[in-house]
């Protein structure tokens, strides 16, 4: 009698505000390990911006590495970007997933940090890709 395979959970990876797939990788080393049982590749992607100068104050960039973001936000805003009312760049991050999904995918969840986690509820929305699940860690609702 054969034994069923079960093919272990894809997860797409979206780092938060000023971060970067390598650094969200770094952070998320102790969720890794402890599904590594059920899941068997994250997949990080980079967003395509550069975080606002304003609000990068006092993050350490030798720590952190390029800082990111997947929208970019008014200069009146930029220290505190959650207060923003004019954002740009949300089409190029979803085209960019939408990309990584049809090269890379599929995917069985979405995992979003912060920025990232708007962006991963808006994925889902749209209903492109279909994902099974999403963990959305310290995200505002999508802003649009």
Excluded at 46 to 60: E, Q, R
Excluded at 110 to 122: H, K
Aim: proline fraction near 4%; glycine fraction near 10%; aromatic fraction near 12%.
């Amino acid at each position: 009698m054969s034994t069923p395979t079960t093919s272990k959970i894809r997860i797409l990876c979206l780092h938060g505000y000023a971060q970067n797939a390598a650094f969200f990788r770094q952070r998320t080393g102790s969720l890794r390990k402890a599904l590594k049982a059920v899941a068997g590749d994250f997949v990080f992607v980079d967003a395509p911006f550069a975080a606002t100068a304003g609000f990068l104050g006092d993050i350490n960039a030798d720590e952190r590495g390029q800082s990111l973001g997947w929208w970019t936000f008014d200069e009146a805003t930029a220290s505190r970007p959650s207060l923003s009312h004019e954002y740009a760049g949300v089409e190029r991050s979803l085209e960019l997933l939408d990309a990584t999904c049809e090269r890379e995918g599929p995917f069985d969840g979405v995992l979003g940090f912060s920025q990232g986690a708007a962006l991963a509820a808006l994925l889902c929305m749209r209903r492109r890709t279909l994902f099974r699940f999403a963990i959305l860690v310290a995200g505002n609702a999508p802003p649009f």
